[in-house]
């Protein structure tokens, strides 16, 4: 029997984005060599770059595609991009599985469509478990992760961290397969 705590917290957001990396590296133990986290301009990846630059777990930040908020735009910019590099964090650019095409076409057909469905079903719990999904599913598909592996994953709502969970890695063709095993943090909220 594995014995972890659950941490809820009060409210959402980067106020508990520190927290979320003590509870990472509390079960760092545990033998995770991948941390995927979100970050959308790159301030999530820089706090977990520091924190945990000499701890010997490989970090994938995972941003948001070009034009997800701007046609053409990247969130993340270059100077940031660089400092990130810098840290040891290996940068993913790529398109959020249940967002982008079925977005497309739900606002202009109306509707909603199976991969929005999937994405609500996990907002149920909270908005960074679906993120949590998602982003170790790109990590896959991108060959930066191993399918099969259990890596600890970071997300949050809006901003900064507040949720934490371990992931069996599946590429997004196997969703399917991917397994939710641990919610270490979460808003209660």
Not at 43 to 57: C, E, I, N, P, Q
Request: hydrophobic share 40%; aromatic share 8%; net charge positive.
């Amino acid at each position: 029997m594995i014995e972890k705590k659950l941490c809820l917290f009060e409210e959402t957001g980067k106020t508990n984005t520190e927290k979320c990396m003590q509870i990472v590296n509390d079960n760092l133990g545990f033998g995770y060599k991948y941390i995927v986290l979100a970050t959308t301009e790159g301030t999530t990846a820089l706090k977990f770059g520091r924190y945990f630059k000499s701890k010997g777990v490989k970090i994938i930040a995972v941003t948001h595609s070009t034009g997800f908020d701007k046609p053409s735009v990247q969130q993340v910019s270059d100077k940031t991009k660089e400092e990130i590099k810098s840290l040891g964090i290996e940068l993913f650019t790529g398109t959020m599985l249940t967002h982008s095409l079925e977005t497309a076409l739900s606002k202009k057909y109306s509707g909603i469509y199976p991969a929005q469905i999937i994405a609500s079903t996990y907002r149920t719990v909270c908005q960074g478990l679906k993120v949590c999904a998602e982003i170790v599913m790109e990590a896959c598909d991108a060959g930066l992760v191993p399918e099969d592996e259990e890596v600890i994953a970071v997300a949050g709502t809006g901003w900064g961290a507040d949720t934490v969970c371990v992931v069996k890695s599946r590429a997004s063709k196997r969703f399917l397969d991917l397994r939710i095993l641990e919610i270490l943090a979460k808003p209660r909220a």
